[in-house]
T-cell receptor
Framework: DTEVTQTPKHLVMGMTNKKSLKCEQH?????MYWYKQKAKKPPELMFV???????INESVPSRFSPECPNSSLLNLHLHALQPEDSALYLC??????????????FGPGTRLLVL | TQLLEQSPQFLSIQEGENLTVYCNSS?????LQWYRQEPGEGPVLLVT?????EVKKLKRLTFQFGDARKDSSLHITAAQPGDTGLYLC???????????FGTGTSLTVIP
């Protein structure tokens, strides 16, 4: 099983709203990722968590705040977003040593529209 | 920033034709993945290659990892409309947890 789940699938929010995106995996993976993707472009890395600690932050604006409550969950808290933040937000996890560790497995994404 | 260049960027072909997508870099990767993505959905893993010179086949898809582990190719035989999508390669260097994505190839197969 290589399933990564994301909720919600779609989200529309105003620039003053606060919302959260959620990601979950139960494969024992220890590295989890947030990406932002615009149409027909490759995913852009935002954050990487390794063993529940933030290991990479690709200079993402503070209006995006990641959180890793435990090894199975990854959240992305959104506040005061701009219309240009509208995109597909993808979560991924990395396989365990000896069990697909070379590979990232992606969730279905959350399509975000900021009005 | 490491860069994986994919070519072509866009490709529109007739059903039944063959095609090859290339993924090139000046960096060495310990592993390389190919994904296919449909609009509004997450990338779906097609294959992971880890050994230089490795060739993997998945039905009508053939994947090759370069001997020097700097480049890869994806060949599709007798393309079908269901092959339409965005094809992405992604490579990992030996250190860290970061994967570097290619620039993407948007494929359209016309019935």
């Amino acid at each position: 099983d290589t399933e990564v789940t994301q909720t919600p699938k779609h989200l529309v929010m105003g620039m003053t709203n606060k919302k959260s995106l959620k990601c979950e995996q139960h494969m024992g993976h220890r590295a989890m990722y947030w990406y932002k993707q615009k149409a027909k472009k490759p995913p852009e890395l935002m954050f990487v968590y390794s063993y529940e600690k933030l290991s990479i932050n690709e200079s993402v604006p503070s209006r995006f705040s990641p959180e890793c409550p435990n090894s199975s969950l990854l959240n992305l808290h959104l506040h005061a977003l701009q219309p240009e933040d509208s995109a597909l937000y993808l979560c991924a996890s990395r396989g365990r040593p000896g069990v697909g560790q070379e590979t990232q497995y992606f969730g279905p994404g959350t399509r975000l529209l900021v009005l | 920033t490491q860069l994986l260049e994919q070519s072509p960027q866009f490709l529109s072909i007739q059903e039944g034709e063959n095609l090859t997508v290339y993924c090139n870099s000046s960096s060495v990767f310990s592993s390389l993945q190919w994904y296919r993505q449909e609009p509004g959905e997450g990338p779906v893993l097609l294959v992971t290659v880890v050994t230089g010179g490795e060739v993997k086949k998945l039905k009508r898809l053939t994947f090759q990892f370069g001997d020097a582990r700097k480049d890869s190719s994806l060949h599709i035989t007798a393309a079908q409309p269901g092959d339409t999508g965005l094809y992405l390669c992604a490579g990992e260097e030996n250190t860290g947890n970061q994967f570097y994505f290619g620039t993407g190839t948007s494929l359209t197969v016309i019935p």
